[in-house]
């Protein structure tokens, strides 16, 4: 659901989507873009069949928040590592709900 609404707020361009981009460096102009390519991926995650494509595509998605976080050193704990967070959950979310993936990545070795 944070996707949904994270991907939906940057459509619609809110106020506090334009000024948090513009905090962290990016040119409001490009926040509908976010939103799309946001919404793309999740999208992908959400259908089983191109789940696993959704779910790296994500993860990239979140690899570029970390970075923006880094570059415009916010917090650690609460800023920046916050899309790992995110991560971890859409990884695991997939794990719970896919055989390819536990086939891939068993938790135990046996």
């Known amino acids: ?14 106020e506090q989507v334009r000024t948090a981009m513009a ?4 040119d409001p102009s490009l926040n509908r873009v976010f939103g799309v390519v946001l919404l793309i991926c ?9 789940s696993i494509l959704g779910a790296v595509l994500l993860t990239g998605y979140l690899g570029g928040a970390v970075a ?3 570059l415009t050193e916010q917090p650690i704990l609460s800023t920046t590592l916050a ?3 995110f991560g ?14 536990r086939a891939i990545m068993p938790l135990v070795r046996g």
């Open 42 to 50: 999740l999208a992908l995650y959400v259908v089983p069949v191109t």
């Open 1 to 14: 659901m944070f996707f949904l609404f994270d991907s939906l707020t940057h459509i619609a361009n809110v």
């Open 23 to 26: 905090d962290l460096g990016f």
């Open 88 to 101: 971890i959950l859409v990884w695991g979310g997939l794990y719970l709900r896919d055989l390819r993936v």
């Open 68 to 70: 923006t976080n880094l």
């Open 83 to 85: 899309p790992i967070y």
